[in-house]
């Protein structure tokens, strides 16, 4: 099937030589002119396991290809995939500026027999509104079809869905079809519902997922004042088969979804006029949990954090990407360094995405002992691998007393920490 991916982010990307992988000829389009001619040289616009290998095979095998918006001349085929972004607007609404764009583009078009299958994350109602606003008189179907891929393990999710979720108008079996042949191959359960239903599952989602970690993380306070374990805590959680996974304690979520997912939907309950209080407390707790390293420096250091040095171990918001939308790293190093402490910082692939919204005086070192050499104190904000085992030892050597490590994952075995002299502190593992 010819399928048009528009916008060639993390989703976009992904999509398009997912698509291809599973034989589609697809091409890809957008209107950053870098990246599309990253693309077209076989190179990913962002860092994802095996991406860069997935867009070289399809280049390879001649169904993937890239185009500027402006250079397409030829037929969309039978689906327009939707996967540009949808940012946060500074009155907490969603900003549809770029999906809105790329409807506008496709209409121009006067496409036949297109389905519009949107990926991006709309508010629950919009795109009713796409239909009534022209794609309806433009003959254009329309399918809500959102995503659920996770960073860092994107190609599998996307390989592998747990689920694919599809909202068309009643009785558009067409629509439906078209989607359905999209992910031929792909052995998920299907939920086919209304579209304004599917937006929401979206939503409903990532506000559920939001809520369990800050959930955690307010257990894990209550953990530290009388003295509990959260690790014990989260794992008499998980043994009850109504609870699921287990929930991880930390310096809370960040990414490009969750935090603006869930201010999103609080935006619309309140233009709703409905009263959701939980996800006021969830934004809450979570710009609270991110600033705990912070909350934790000052009670070790009686206040003044001036003049202090401070390695901080991650930036992106979670390990095996380099996103740093919304990440913890951002709201904290932002406050280090009001305050007057020198930092120095470490990411694997983060570098330079954080280095474009970090303070010019944050120093960026290319390894976990350089970030903590001279530090008094060292904060862990993401768990990868190259930080969690790290040469800890080394490091105890390089920091200056009192060696104060905040792990902001409880990814580090705490014991062992003080075993090599250092002054540990976890998020609700203070009883350990
Ligand atoms: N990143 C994730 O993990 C993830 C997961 C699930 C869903 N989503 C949702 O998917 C959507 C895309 O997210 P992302 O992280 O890939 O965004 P992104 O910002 O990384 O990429 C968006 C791309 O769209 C391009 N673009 C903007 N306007 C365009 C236009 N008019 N025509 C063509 N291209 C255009 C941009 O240049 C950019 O390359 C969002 O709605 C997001 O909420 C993201």
Redesign the pocket.
């Known amino acids: 099937m010819k399928i048009t991916v ?7 990307a992904v999509a398009a030589s997912g698509l291809a992988a599973a034989g589609h000829d697809v091409l890809g ?4 002119r870098q ?1 599309v001619d990253a693309l077209q040289s076989g190179v990913a ?2 860092y994802e396991f095996g991406l860069n290998e997935r867009v070289a095979a399809g280049r390879r095998e001649g169904n993937l290809r890239f185009l500027h ?1 402006d250079e397409v001349a030829e037929p969309l085929g039978k689906a327009a995939v939707i ?4 940012p946060p607007a500074d009155s907490g609404a969603v900003d549809l500026n ?1 999906v809105r ?2 409807l506008e ?1 496709i209409k121009a078009r006067q496409p036949d027999d297109l389905v519009v299958v949107m ?3 709309v508010p629950p109602g919009a795109g009713q509104r796409f239909l009534q606003q022209g794609l309806q008189q433009s003959g254009i179907r329309y399918a809500a079809n959102p ?5 860092g393990r ?1 190609l599998a999710d996307w390989d592998a869905p747990d689920r694919i979720v599809v909202g068309v108008e009643p009785g558009d079996d067409q629509a439906l079809a078209v989607v359905q042949g999209m992910h031929a191959g792909i052995d998920a359960p299907y939920l086919v519902t209304d579209i304004t239903s599917a937006e929401m599952v979206k939503y409903a989602s990532n506000a559920f997922l939001a809520t369990r970690i800050s959930f955690i993380n307010e257990i894990a306070s209550l953990c530290d004042r009388v003295g509990a374990s959260i690790d014990a805590v989260s794992d008499g959680l998980a043994l009850d088969g109504r609870t699921g996974v287990r929930i991880h304690a930390g310096v809370g979520y960040g ?3 969750f935090p ?2 869930v201010r999103a939907l609080d935006y619309l309950a309140l233009t709703s006029g409905v009263n959701v209080e939980l996800l006021q407390s969830v934004i809450n707790v979570n710009n609270r949990q991110r600033l705990s390293p912070l909350y934790a420096l000052r009670e070790q250091f009686n206040g003044g954090l001036a003049g202090l040095r401070v390695g901080v171990l991650g930036l992106a918001f979670k390990p095996d990407t380099d ?1 740093v939308r919304d990440a913890p790293s951002l709201a904290l190093i932002q406050a280090l360094v009001d305050e007057g402490v020198a930092v120095q910082a470490f990411d694997p692939q983060a570098r330079e995405t954080a280095g474009r919204r970090l303070p010019a005086t944050v120093r960026m070192v290319d390894n976990p002992v350089q970030a903590c050499d001279q530090a008094q104190a060292v904060a862990l904000l993401t768990e990868w691998r190259e930080i969690v085992e790290a040469d800890w030892p080394g490091i105890a050597g390089k920091m200056r007393p009192p060696r104060f490590v905040f792990d902001g994952r409880n990814a580090l075995d705490a014991g062992e920490m003080r075993r090599l002299g250092f002054d540990y502190v976890g998020v609700g593992r203070r009883a350990l």
């Open positions: 528009i916008g060639l982010g993390y989703v976009g389009i957008d209107i950053d990246r616009p962002v918006r996967t540009t972004g949808t770029q764009a790329a583009w990926k991006s994350t995503e659920f891929l996770r960073e994107a990414g490009s979804c603006k997912d996103d």
